[in-house]
């Protein structure tokens, strides 16, 4: 914690910080409400959560009086989230197909798309 206290306190004038936890924050939230809750997420969405949380960090930087939020706000570019949200998106889908291959199963055990065991894929004898 101790650590952390301290980085907090080197970066928290520095705008470039804020862009990586704006960056970071929708990453998550857009992934999280993909692959958690099922929400489908269209180029316009991610452009407008990208623009609140643009127009959040702004507000917040004038409210405390801290330039390097208020830069930051100005600084956030959606089109680099949005890539970075595909990347990752790629990597799930593929780690989810794995998992319902029931020949990537060693065991036999047939998952659904969510990773729910649904049967077994037994060997029929004779």
């Not at 936890?21 to 489908?40: C, E, Q, R």
């Not at 269209?42 to 507000?59: T, Y």
């Not at 998992?99 to 990773?115: E, M, R």
């Amino acid at each position: 914690m101790k650590e952390f206290k301290k980085m907090l306190a080197t970066n928290i004038r520095k705008p470039s910080f804020w862009i990586q936890l704006a960056t970071v924050m929708i990453v998550l939230f857009v992934l999280i409400a993909k692959y958690g809750f099922h929400v489908i997420f269209s180029q316009s969405d991610v452009i407008i959560i990208g623009l609140l949380l643009s127009s959040a960090l702004g507000f917040a930087g004038s409210f405390t009086g801290n330039k390097a939020l208020t830069e930051a706000s100005k600084s956030i570019d959606t089109s680099g989230i949005e890539k970075k949200i595909e990347e990752i998106s790629a990597v799930v889908d593929k780690l989810t197909e794995a998992n319902t291959d029931p020949k990537a199963n060693s065991l036999g055990i047939v998952l659904d798309k969510d990773g729910n065991i649904v049967g077994t894929d037994t060997p029929k004898e004779g």
